[in-house]
């Protein structure tokens, strides 16, 4: 502990950056995945005392002060795989799917626009689907990048309440998430889709080879 630790920090930031949290990735021949995920949940809690102002130089010059602090901890003392750049983006091979759930968007455009930046920006594809007043996003991608995503998605202010004032999603709900099967449809893009009728929602499902998921898990939000 004695010597300096190289560390490769990535910063994803989002359209709505600083009034939200940065996506993180640590990278570091030096530690453990463990560890890489330790110094990543102590540097997006750091963030979250610096929301609405610049922050990535204060989260670089605060994670060179207290990188060994944070190893010492009982913590930080699990597993032995290393967190190397390749490790890092492997951490689940293969193509994963998330199906969401949102309750509401009341200022619509902005809201649509911040959805097709983050999915652009990490990779994913899907669809941003509106039937009525169910509103469903279902996503496509690397895992890691999933989770980047839900991250920005709870914690960016892209929503308005009742009186007008910006706020963070609150009302979000993971519905189902599953690794892509052979059966699956990949999705080559993010499109947002409203549908007239719930026949042609279900149509969608079934076209992407979702028609169980939907059955199961779309039908009740409507009944």
Not at 43 to 66: D, G, R
Not at 125 to 141: E, N, P, S, W
Not at 164 to 180: A, D, P, Q, R, Y
Not at 182 to 189: C, Q
């Amino acid at each position: 502990m004695d010597a300096d630790i190289p560390l490769r920090l990535v910063f994803h930031l989002p359209v709505n950056y600083p009034s939200c949290l940065p996506g993180i990735v640590v990278n570091s021949e030096h530690l453990t995945r463990a560890e890489c995920e330790i110094v990543k949940e102590k540097l997006l809690e750091q963030a979250e005392t610096l929301l609405s102002e610049p922050m990535v130089h204060e989260l670089v010059l605060w994670i060179q002060q207290n990188l060994r602090h944070i190893l010492r901890r009982p913590e930080a003392g699990g597993g032995s795989e290393k967190c190397t750049s390749a490790a890092s983006t492997t951490v689940d091979d293969g193509l994963w799917m998330t199906l969401l759930h949102l309750d509401h968007m009341r200022a619509k455009t902005k809201y649509v626009k911040s959805v097709e930046k983050w999915a652009s920006d990490l990779r994913l594809t899907g669809r941003l689907m509106f039937m009525g007043k169910v509103i469903l996003i279902l996503l496509q991608g690397d895992r890691n990048n999933i989770k980047e995503y839900l991250i920005l998605q709870k914690t960016c202010k892209v929503d308005v309440d009742s009186s007008g004032k910006k706020c963070k999603e609150k009302m979000i709900s993971v519905l189902f998430e599953t690794k892509v099967q052979t059966e699956h449809k990949r999705f080559l893009a993010f499109e947002v889709k409203e549908y007239s009728s719930l026949d042609e929602l279900q149509k969608e499902f079934e076209t992407a080879g979702l028609k169980k998921l939907f059955s199961e898990f779309v039908l009740r939000l409507i009944k």
